[in-house]
């Protein structure tokens, strides 16, 4: 079982609370929250998605979709309490409307016990960053992102630069679209940045140009290739070497073509399309956790608490690689708090014996609908005593009641 810490380094930083009603199968359901991992284990159709879901909004403030239900958020970030209290009030009709009645959402800020007068989503957000205070979820779902539309990644991307300045609208678009994650926002902005200072001095013609974005790219690509090694079968990631710069009117139109990822595997350099299933899941999960906090200076936006919630880590993982990519996920949790579904009593086993509060089981009522609960001391204290003088938690977890019958 794994050695490493799992609580938070900054330990002043992290989601305390959440209360949730009527969302999807929630009809009411509310949990506290550890600095670093948590873990939600949960059977089939439990709701976990559902939960982790709405997390995903209410963090966001993306109240728009989030139609009767409402929330309370508490957390403490550096230093102060913050509760948001987001809840539905319903809409008169109004044949003004395009689409007939809606419904809205009325804030509550609190700040330290104070109250911050709020108007819509837009206005909240200004009255945190107006004192230094922001944050958000980085949602990382089953399954993997990159489709074969997915520019960088799993496809070639071409980028113009435009009197070495102004990026075309490629690059802006791939930012911003469906296949946007963490990684590839931020090699785009690190990229658009680095670029930004080289001509700010001097113009490079194509080839130092190129030699300057190589420059780059290696240095932005380090932090994932100093560890992805230890934790999948890829050995190192880079830029395909022979992308090239197109030089046009003179120099002052730019246009960088061929420019995608390759992966090392074994001492061969593949495409994405070519990683089994696995390797790009744990490609897709690692980059995105690091991308979460370790790129943050090249942004403009700049969150002091970003949850990550992580839906469901072992789908398509062997099990030897599953217990490696825990040590990863437990490790990152020194830094950043971490929020993970699970059906698979396997992910447990990277809990210690005093890490039992971190656990959460999810399960579903037909009459209460969806329902979170740590263990309680008289389970802890029977887990604790088989984790001692037997074996694994995810053992005891399989033979035990803890989670009910389907």
């Known amino acids: 079982m794994s050695k490493a810490n799992g609580t938070i380094e900054k330990k002043d930083t992290y989601l305390q609370h959440v209360s949730l009603k009527n969302y999807k ?6 949990i506290d929250f550890k600095p670093g991992l ?8 439990s709701g976990k998605t559902n939960f982790i879901n709405a997390l995903d909004t ?19 970030i550096n230093a102060n309490d913050i509760v948001v209290n987001a809840d539905n009030l319903p809409r008169v009709n109004d044949e003004f ?23 819509n ?20 779902p089953y399954g993997i992102k990159y489709d074969d539309r997915s520019k960088i990644v799993n496809n070639a991307f071409t980028a113009t630069l435009i009197n070495n300045w102004n990026v075309s609208r490629d690059a ?50 380090e932090p994932i290739n100093s560890i992805i090694s230890k934790y999948s079968s890829i050995n190192a990631i880079r830029i395909f070497p022979d992308f ?29 399309d ?29 969150s002091d608490l970003k949850v990550i919630l992580l839906e469901e880590p072992e789908l398509g993982i062997h099990p030897h690689q599953l217990h490696l990519l825990m040590q990863f996920i437990k490790e990152q949790s020194r830094y950043k708090q971490i929020i993970l579904t699970t059906h698979s009593p396997q992910v447990l086993d990277i809990i210690e014996t005093n890490e039992l509060d971190r656990v959460i089981i999810c399960n579903y009522d037909s009459k209460n609908g969806t329902q979170l609960r740590h263990l309680s001391e008289k389970e802890m204290s029977k887990a604790k005593k088989y984790m001692t003088e037997e074996a694994f938690l995810s053992d005891y977890w399989r033979f035990s009641d803890l989670e009910p019958a389907s």
């Open 274 to 302: 070519l990683l089994s299933d696995g390797s790009k899941r744990l490609f897709y999960i690692i980059s995105e956790l690091i991308s979460a906090y370790a790129y943050n200076d090249l942004l403009i936006y700049s």
């Open 58 to 76: 209410i963090l966001n403030f993306e109240y728009d979709d989030f139609i009767d239900s409402e929330s309370i958020i508490k957390a403490n």
């Open 97 to 119: 409307l395009e689409y007939g009645p809606m419904s809205y959402h009325k804030l509550n800020l609190m700040i330290n016990g104070k109250h911050v007068e709020t108007i």
């Open 121 to 140: 989503n837009d206005h909240l957000r200004d009255e945190l960053y107006r004192r230094s205070i922001s944050f958000s979820a980085l949602l990382v």
């Open 172 to 221: 802006v678009t791939l930012a911003k679209g469906e296949n946007r994650t963490e990684f590839v926002q931020h090699l785009l902005a690190g990229l658009y940045v680095h670029v930004a200072k080289i001509f700010q001095t001097n113009a490079l013609k194509a080839e130092l140009l190129k030699i300057e974005i190589s420059s780059f790219l290696e240095e932005f690509l």
């Open 38 to 45: 948590n873990i939600i284990i949960g059977k089939n159709s």
């Open 244 to 272: 090239h710069i197109v030089e046009e009117n003179e120099g002052s139109r730019q246009t960088i073509k061929n420019f995608f990822l390759e992966f090392q595997v074994e001492s061969n350099w593949i495409t994405f």
């Open 25 to 30: 199968s929630i009809k009411d359901a509310e």
